[in-house]
């Protein structure tokens, strides 16, 4: 039973426009949204977070926005860049004293220059 | 500040050894947890430690034991080794509060013969 699911395996986009990768979740009570990207051979990098009373966090190029009644997490990237390219996964916490993060299975986004 | 470190970086054993992996956390970071990907599975959470103590544990076997030294310094441990245990064993730490940010090392690759 996935709580979350990224349901583009992949995605491709040119260089310079906006990448949006996507996130449902079933649990309500998922609490804290973390977004990863992966490089091959390396561990998962923090990219941005948000908070379930938030709607929208922003850091340089990369915005979170989080519809809590659809249950759904983004990620947009603008202007998408090639070394954007790697695998990025979504991450919840469930509840405010969670120490457990669950993830999604990923999207593999590729940027053509 | 220096990153998690994991050792070793790449592993192969055969069906029924076991074998310890290592995690140095960042520097200050008490919390550290263990993830095992795969790529049916995804990132899948597999225990969290805290001041040497076990405090979250997720859905895995008894074979797949953990401990923290006082150092906040972690070892993970899988016994009688299956072929489905090849994954890529990650680390995190965090400070060790609720919702913390998780930083991930680069991983162990665990291959089983």
């Known amino acids: 039973d996935q709580q979350v699911k990224q349901n583009s395996p992949s995605l491709s986009v040119q260089e310079g426009r906006i990448s949006i990768l996507n996130c449902d979740y079933t649990?309500?009570?998922?609490?804290?949204f973390l977004w990863y990207k992966k490089y091959p051979a390396e561990g998962p990098t923090f990219l941005i977070s948000?908070?379930?009373?938030?709607d929208k966090n922003e850091d340089g190029r990369f915005t979170v926005f989080l519809n809590k009644s659809a249950k759904h997490l983004s990620l947009h990237i603008v202007p998408s860049q090639p070394g954007d390219s790697a695998v990025y996964f979504c991450a919840f916490y469930s509840g405010a004293g969670s120490y457990q993060l669950t993830f999604g299975k990923g999207t593999k986004l590729s940027v053509i220059p | 500040k220096a990153g998690v470190t994991q050792t070793p970086r790449y592993l192969i054993k055969t069906r029924g050894q076991q074998v310890t992996l290592s995690c140095s956390p960042i520097?200050?970071?008490?919390?550290v947890s263990w993830y095992q990907q795969t790529p049916g599975q995804g990132l899948q959470f597999l225990f969290e430690y805290f001041s040497e103590t076990q405090r979250n544990k997720g859905n895995f076997p008894g074979r797949f034991s953990g401990r923290q030294f006082s150092n906040s310094r972690s070892e993970m441990n899988v016994s009688t080794l299956e072929l489905g245990d090849s994954a890529l064993y990650l680390c995190a730490s965090s400070l060790g509060g609720p919702l913390e940010t998780q930083y991930f090392g680069p991983g162990t690759r665990l291959l089983v013969l």
């Open positions: 948000i908070s379930s009373i938030k």
């Open positions: 520097s200050g970071h008490r919390s």
């Open positions: 649990n309500s009570m998922f609490d804290y």
